[in-house]
Nanobody
């Protein structure tokens, strides 16, 4: 059974940095596209960053230039390096990944990121 587990969240002051990690397990074939999403209280879940199997990334306008997504296929892991954090970045962050063998999209359980002003 494929599982994704996020780590690295927490509380940080505005202007600070955090690195989120998404570690996959339960598959030997890895993932195609992987992504980070977030959901703030009272808001819909939104895409933050996606990375395809060749490493090409795409970012939401609100985080471009501040966040960097990367992946390590050998570890079945994706990262989100977040810098110049703002209070409006506060949300639960979710990782997702498309299974290379089944084509199904899997989600992590989410991790809280809180940016204080």
């Amino acid at each position: 059974q494929v599982q994704l587990v996020e780590s690295g969240g927490g509380l940080v002051q505005a202007g600070g940095s955090l690195r989120l990690t998404c570690t996959g397990s339960g598959t030997i074939f890895g993932f195609n596209a992987m992504g980070w999403f977030r959901q703030a209280p009272g808001k819909q879940r939104e895409s933050v960053a996606v990375i395809d199997s060749s490493g090409i990334t795409n970012y939401a306008a609100s985080v471009k230039g501040r966040f960097t997504m990367s992946r390590d296929d050998a570890k079945k892991t994706a990262y989100l390096q977040m810098g110049s954090l703002k209070p409006e970045d506060t949300a639960v962050y979710y990782c997702n990944a498309v299974s290379r063998i089944s084509g199904l999209t899997h989600w992590g359980q989410g991790i809280q990121v809180t940016v204080s002003s």
